[in-house]
């Protein structure tokens, strides 16, 4: 009884145990000698093995593992790995539903592939690049003129600056070389949408050519603009550019760079933007390419699957409830949509970025692969835009929003030029292919400033809660008001158009082919 008393003192239950162990021990309260704390550890431990019912539990005050108060923020991998787990089930149980009530829905052959619809999609393949080959004479030309005017002038090295009179010179040359452009690339874009639009019915095929069409557009107008820099830099530099170009342009400089080798491998390099040069690889590694080819190949199969068996009759279903404006059932077919067209979209994000560009990259020895960040943590609207497509973002941030920054334009004028142009391009490059220009494309990237705006102050927050909403934003914003509404909207548009793009329209019609 007198040991169990006095452990709630340091000194008494330190003497009662000594006693029986034989050494004595100092006061703990006073000097300790060295070694003392391992005495005194080893005490506590035979006091514990021995009095096992006053151990005490309760000795500190502690916070619960989620309240707000915690000193550390707990691991949520293990609920990671339940919303995995349920998410697979989930899905799972649907596909087994799906099966059970269409039956299997894929068939390549319902697939209405008209032949000339092949032939022009060809045609156009080999075609559209020849805007870029002009885009090469035009500047070849402009190139030689540059030479010929620096031979003719004091050669300029930059110590001074250009004179007034010189300067008028090289803009009255320009705006010759800028409507050549100009009309070079307005003719790639229009003649293109308009073979499209009115010669062409498959929307697959009709896609994958406007796509084209405004990836040459997109780098025919990279072309222009650099070098008619890098042309004003060469002819009349202002004291101290040439100091300042980029170091690795010291590696072709103009008017070296404007040769056909030049353009060739820019027209294949997995960028928008150009430059005379680029950070390359040593050597190409074959097994890589091959990988990601694998993996485009199987995700593209993966896509086309998804497509015909989940996509295709939910959207089919939703038919009537647009046409009698059921807003309750629409509600439920866009929530309904937005699981499939969300894993058809990822699917297609890792199937272009990650393994088309990276294998793209490695056969063109092309260095920077940074095609995209960690869009998925995006805390605003903006930082998603920023970071989801890199190449599209660098050509808009250095061929449209810098110049008119460096114009005096605002900040907000010059991004809400940067969206127009954007939105536009978004609306030809669904609405042609469907034809059906209906503007909901243009809407959905036109808006998207309003909701960068709402989300900007939360990014700016110190407090986690608020880059946490961000996220969550950004998420219902895509998930549900952005990928799935355009779909029903573009599909119902279609139907009500032309119908299916299969042969057969519905399974009771032709059972061995059934819609997809």
């Known amino acids: 009884m007198s040991t169990a008393t006095t452990t709630g003192t340091s000194s008494p239950a330190t003497n009662g145990i000594t006693r029986r162990s034989g050494p004595a021990s100092s006061d703990p309260a006073g000097p300790k000698e060295n070694g003392s704390a391992d005495v005194t550890e080893q005490l506590r431990r035979s006091f514990r093995r021995k009095y096992r019912h006053v151990e005490a539990i309760h000795s500190e005050s502690h916070p619960s593992c989620l309240s707000h108060d915690a000193t550390e923020t707990p691991s949520f991998l293990g609920f990671r790995n339940l919303m995995v787990i349920v998410l697979v089930v989930g899905n799972l149980r649907l596909v087994i539903e799906n099966i059970q ?126 070098n008619r820099d890098l042309r004003h830099a060469y002819l009349h530099p202002v004291k101290g550019e040439l100091d300042a170009l980029p170091e690795i342009y010291k590696q072709c400089p103009y008017p070296n760079n404007v040769t056909f080798d030049n353009l060739v491998y820019f027209w294949w390099a997995p960028t928008l933007v150009y430059q005379p040069a680029y950070p390359r690889t040593d050597k190409i590694r074959w097994t890589f390419v091959f990988k990601r080819v694998g993996e485009a190949v199987c995700l593209s199969a993966f896509m086309w699957f998804c497509s015909a068996q989940y996509a295709t009759p939910v959207l089919r279903n939703s038919l009537d409830k647009i046409a009698s404006l059921d807003f309750t059932s629409i509600i439920e077919r866009l929530l309904k949509l937005s699981t499939i067209s969300l894993i058809i979209w990822l699917a297609g994000f890792f199937t272009l970025f990650q393994s088309f560009l990276n294998a793209l990259a490695e056969i063109t020895r092309f260095g920077d692969r940074s095609f995209y960040d960690d869009w998925w943590n995006s805390p605003s609207l903006g930082t998603y835009w920023r970071t989801w497509n890199k190449p599209v973002y660098q050509f808009f941030r250095r061929h449209v929003y810098s110049p008119l920054r460096s114009r005096g334009w605002s900040h907000k004028t010059a991004s809400l030029t940067v969206f127009l142009i954007s939105a536009i391009l978004h609306e030809l490059f669904v609405g042609i292919p469907t034809h059906n220009i209906i503007g909901v494309a243009f809407l959905g990237m036109f808006l998207q400033l309003p909701l960068i705006q709402l989300t900007q102050p939360l990014e700016k927050m110190k407090s986690p809660h608020g880059r946490l909403l961000g996220n969550i934003t950004f998420w219902v914003s895509f998930t549900i008001l952005g990928q799935p509404l355009a779909a029903l909207m573009y599909f119902y548009a279609w139907q009500a158009k032309y119908g299916s793009v299969s042969r057969s329209v519905t399974s009771s019609v032709l059972g061995t082919c059934p819609a997809a």
Request: net charge positive; with cysteine.
């Open 101 to 226: 009530k269409y039956g299997v829905l894929v068939c390549i052959r319902c697939h209405d592939f008209r032949r000339n619809d092949v032939q022009l999609g060809l045609a156009l393949y080999f075609l559209i690049p020849c805007h870029f080959l002009l885009a090469y004479l035009i500047e070849l030309v402009a190139a030689r003129q540059a030479r010929n005017s620096r031979a003719r002038t004091k050669k300029r090295d930059g110590t001074s600056s250009p004179t007034q009179d010189e300067h008028d010179r090289f803009h009255a040359t320009w705006q010759l070389v800028w409507i050549a452009h100009a009309i070079n690339v307005t003719l790639c874009l229009v003649a293109t949408s308009y073979i499209v639009y009115f010669h062409m019915h498959h929307p697959l095929i009709g896609t994958l050519t406007e796509m084209h069409a405004i990836i040459v557009w997109l780098k025919t107008a990279s072309y222009a603009f650099t």
